[in-house]
Every structure is written in C-alpha cells, then in structure tokens.
C-alpha cells in the first residue's frame, strides 16, 4: 500500500482537484465521490482578482464543502511574502496541484544577474514557481489551456519552455498530454493541457516514458499519430530569462505537439492520438428532466431569432470606429446541441438568459433551453448540485467554466499511487 501523499491545492476554484484525489464523502452520499488513493489535501489557495468579498464566490463553496478553514482566501504572492518571512507556515506536503491562466511568462533579467527569477507581477506561474522553490514537493499535477503550448504568437512556444526551464532548473522530470476528455469517455469535448512533474524521478528512456510507461501514458493511453513524421528532440536550459530572448523566434508553429516529456533537460514531443475503447458519456446524460427546469431558462419564442442568428454562419460587411470596412466570416454551429453526443466545451459565460452563440441550448419535450447550473457540474464530473449553495445562476456557471473535469485528476492520481506502490514494493525487496 503506499503512503498517504499529502497535497497543496493552488487556485483550487470549487475544489477540483481535491475532488478528484481525495474523493469526497461516505458511500450512499448524495456527493459521494470515490478517493483515486490515498491523497489528503492539507492547503489550499483560491484568491479572484481585485478582492471584492462578492467575487470569492469558489472560495465560500469550497469552504461550504470542506470545512471552514479549509481554503485560504488571500492573494497567493502575499501568502508566500509571509511565508518566507516567518509570519507564517503551509504544512509539509508532498504534490502541489493547480489549474493556473496562460499568462506572459517571460523574464526580465539573466539569472546571473538577478538574486532570482524576475518574471511579470500577477503572473500567477511565479507563484507555483516559488512554492517549489521553497519546498521542492516530489510531484507536481498542473492544468492549463492548450494554447500554452504555441504562445505567444511572436516566439511559439517561448511561455511553456520557461515553464520547463523552471521545473529543470529545480530538478524536475516532466511530461504532458494535450487530454480531450470526451476521447476518454467523458461527457465534455473539454481539450486542456495536463502537466506531471516528478522530483528527481528515475524514467525510462524518453520515448517510452512518453508513450507507456509514464504517469500520463498510462492514465491516458496513446500511439504516436500517423501525422507526426518527425518527433521533436531538443535541450532546454536552465535559465528563463535566455529562453524569453530567444526560444521560438520566427517560428510559424510551435515546436511543442500535444504530447511530451522532459527528462534531465532534454524534451522529445510529438502528436499523439487517444486509445480508448471504454463506455462513452454524453450531453443526455446528465440532462436532468423537464419538470425540473425553472422557466427562466426555457428560451421564450419571440428571442428564438437572436439565437438563431448568433449560432448561425455568417459572412456580413462591417465597419470600426475608424471607418475601415472588413468582411467578417464564422460558420455556423449546432443549435440545438446534440444529446447524444459529448457537449462542447463549457464557459464561464454559460450564465444569463440572453441569446449567445457559445451557451449550450438543447431540446427537451419539443422546447429550446439552456443549461441549468446542476447539468454543467456534471458536464465538469462534480457531484450534481455541488455548486448549489446560495450563489447565482451566472456564479455557478462561472465555477463550472474555470473548472475541471474531475475524472482527469483521478485517473491520474491512480496511476501515480500504482506507480509509488510498485516502486515501494522493489525496494522492499
């Protein structure tokens, strides 16, 4: 059995990942989620910008589901100030885990010439990074958007190379796989890039790591795709700052693929393509019934129009401020959406009665309507009303829409216990 992994949960919204590796409850629960092993999460952060009371909203959620106490509600780099001043302590933990923004990480000065990393104030990324730094947790489990991999659109690539020059620098193993939910059976077309990093980790060869052996290989089984006609192979260094200056310069792609794997510095990547052959979820499934819907969020016949025209294809002439003329094109999109299918990706706009073309509308007993907030915790894989404590409509969407599919983590957490238990039983030997 391996040991309990003690865990520090950053920008920990509504508690996704805590949900999915400590799991939640007693079986029978209304909310019962099972544990992926044996995680206790013992900190966690969640701060939203600017620090009005009506804007922490995931925080009294998180702290409603928790436990008061819980959840530290206060600005991560404040936090660590204090910490680093001995105004006070984070308890011992052995994963940090968190879902940061894609934000400009470039760096202004050489290491050589900084007492430390100078990136951009507010760059949440320097957060995660000075944790480390300070603690040097064995393993590190991180979200973000795909886009990470190709920005900015000047240097390709340049903020995920600093992200990995950081973990090198601080003597991390990395891997990561751009995970499209639904091709693993879930009910959401969600694409989110997870990263896994281990501290000083003894790894195989770079291509098996990548495609078998590793944590996320085996959590989300791959081959390389029939695209991929050269992986990529190349050194990262150790200083973020030589990367903000040069990495992805003239580049029209970026070099990193939806997959990858770091290993003492040096990174292969390529494009991958999902195995799976399990029971797929979708839109219908978490549909609740029609009796259940409020009427607010039945779509009104006289507003039917608006919407039509927002998911319909458009190619009109339109006109700036400044009186240039351009052409705008989109085409069109599902409307209603398909129940028998995995939903789109959800975002934090899904709330509000008024017409939008990215809000989910579906049929129901020959009516058009939107999403309730309990259908979009389950698109999210959190218990069914897990959002449902006093706040808004359009505050639980927002939840639902910087949130995460908790079934990636747990998948992941498994792994990463099978892994530790394997290894503890070789050295035993």
Same mark, same amino acid.
């Given at each position: 059995?391996?040991?309990?992994? &003690?865990?520090?949960?950053?920008?920990?919204?509504?508690?996704?990942?805590?949900?999915?590796?400590?799991?939640?409850?007693?079986?029978?629960?209304?909310?019962? %989620?099972?544990?992926?092993?044996?995680?206790?999460?013992?900190?966690?952060?969640?701060?939203?910008?600017?620090?009005?009371?009506?804007?922490?909203?995931?925080?009294?959620?998180?702290? !409603?589901?928790?436990?008061?106490?819980?959840?530290?509600?206060?600005?991560?780099?404040?936090?660590?100030?204090?910490?680093?001043?001995?105004?006070?302590?984070?308890?011992?933990?052995?994963?940090?885990?968190?879902?940061?923004?894609? /934000?400009?990480?470039?760096? $202004? #000065?050489?290491? $050589?010439?900084? @007492?430390?990393?100078?990136?951009?104030?507010?760059?949440?990324?320097?957060?995660?990074? &000075?944790?480390?730094?300070?603690?040097?947790?064995?393993?590190?489990?991180?979200?973000?958007?795909?886009?990470?991999? #190709?920005?900015? @659109?000047? /240097?390709?690539?340049?903020?995920?190379?600093?992200?990995?020059?950081?973990?090198?620098?601080?003597?991390?193993? +990395?891997?990561?796989?751009?995970?499209?939910?639904?091709?693993?059976?879930?009910?959401? &077309?969600?694409?989110?890039?997870?990263?896994?990093?281990?501290?000083?980790?003894?790894?195989?060869?770079?291509?098996?790591?990548?495609?078998?052996?590793?944590?996320?290989? /085996?959590?989300?089984?791959?081959? &390389?795709?029939? !695209?991929? !006609?050269?992986? +990529?192979?190349?050194?990262?260094?150790?200083?973020?700052?030589?990367?903000?200056?040069?990495?992805?310069?003239?580049? !029209?792609?970026?070099?990193?693929?939806?997959?990858?794997?770091?290993?003492?510095?040096?990174?292969?990547? %390529?494009?991958?393509?999902?195995?799976?052959?399990?029971?797929? #979820?979708?839109?219908?499934?978490?549909?609740?019934? @029609?009796?259940?819907?409020?009427? *607010?969020?039945?779509?009104?016949?006289?507003?039917?129009?608006?919407?039509?025209?927002?998911?319909?294809?458009?190619?009109?002439?339109?006109?700036? $401020?400044?009186?240039?003329?351009?052409?705008?094109?989109?085409?069109?999109? $599902?409307?209603?959406?398909?129940?028998?299918?995995?939903?789109?990706?959800?975002?934090?706009?899904?709330?509000?009665?008024?017409?939008?073309?990215? #809000?989910?509308?579906?049929? /129901?007993?020959?009516?058009?309507?939107?999403?309730?907030?309990?259908?979009?915790?389950?698109?999210?894989?959190?218990?069914?009303?897990?959002?449902?404590?006093?706040?808004?409509?359009?505050?639980?969407?927002?939840?639902?829409?910087? @949130?995460?599919?908790?079934?990636?983590?747990?998948?992941?957490?498994?792994?990463?216990? *099978? *892994?530790?238990?394997?290894?503890?039983?070789?050295?035993?030997?």
């Amino acid at each position: 059995m391996a040991n309990e992994i &003690r865990v520090a949960e950053l920008f920990a919204g509504v508690g996704g990942f805590r949900l999915g590796l400590d799991g939640y409850g007693n079986p029978g629960d209304d909310f019962y %989620m099972k544990p992926a092993g044996p995680f206790h999460t013992v900190w966690a952060n969640q701060w939203e910008p600017m620090g009005q009371k009506t804007k922490q909203f995931a925080w009294r959620c998180y702290e !409603k589901r928790f436990g008061e106490g819980s959840c530290v509600n206060e600005d991560i780099a404040k936090v660590l100030d204090e910490v680093e001043a001995g105004e006070r302590t984070i308890p011992d933990f052995d994963m940090l885990v968190g879902g940061f923004p894609c /934000q400009d990480y470039s760096v $202004a #000065k050489p290491l $050589a010439l900084a @007492a430390g990393i100078e990136g951009r104030k507010g760059v949440l990324w320097w957060s995660i990074n &000075r944790l480390l730094e300070m603690r040097h947790p064995k393993y590190v489990l991180l979200e973000n958007v795909d886009r990470l991999l #190709k920005s900015p @659109a000047s /240097q390709r690539g340049r903020d995920f190379a600093i992200i990995l020059s950081c973990l090198n620098r601080l003597g991390y193993n +990395a891997e990561w796989h751009v995970v499209n939910a639904a091709e693993y059976g879930m009910p959401q &077309r969600r694409r989110r890039v997870y990263i896994y990093a281990e501290h000083n980790g003894s790894w195989d060869e770079p291509e098996t790591q990548l495609l078998s052996t590793g944590v996320m290989a /085996q959590a989300f089984p791959i081959i &390389r795709s029939v !695209k991929e !006609k050269e992986p +990529a192979s190349f050194d990262i260094g150790e200083d973020p700052y030589e990367i903000t200056q040069s990495f992805g310069k003239g580049d !029209k792609v970026s070099v990193f693929r939806n997959a990858g794997v770091m290993i003492d510095g040096h990174v292969l990547t %390529m494009r991958v393509d999902a195995v799976y052959d399990g029971p797929h #979820k979708t839109l219908g499934d978490v549909l609740v019934p @029609a009796s259940e819907v409020p009427e *607010q969020f039945w779509i009104d016949d006289a507003k039917l129009p608006s919407w039509q025209y927002l998911k319909g294809g458009k190619r009109e002439e339109r006109t700036t $401020a400044a009186g240039y003329t351009y052409t705008y094109s989109e085409g069109p999109v $599902a409307f209603p959406d398909s129940p028998s299918a995995p939903s789109r990706t959800i975002l934090t706009g899904e709330g509000g009665a008024g017409a939008s073309r990215t #809000k989910h509308v579906v049929e /129901q007993d020959g009516h058009l309507r939107r999403l309730v907030p309990d259908e979009l915790d389950q698109l999210q894989m959190f218990p069914k009303g897990w959002t449902n404590d006093g706040m808004t409509d359009g505050h639980r969407a927002f939840c639902m829409g910087n @949130a995460l599919v908790t079934e990636i983590p747990h998948r992941i957490g498994m792994v990463i216990i *099978q *892994q530790t238990s394997s290894q503890d039983k070789h050295y035993s030997h």
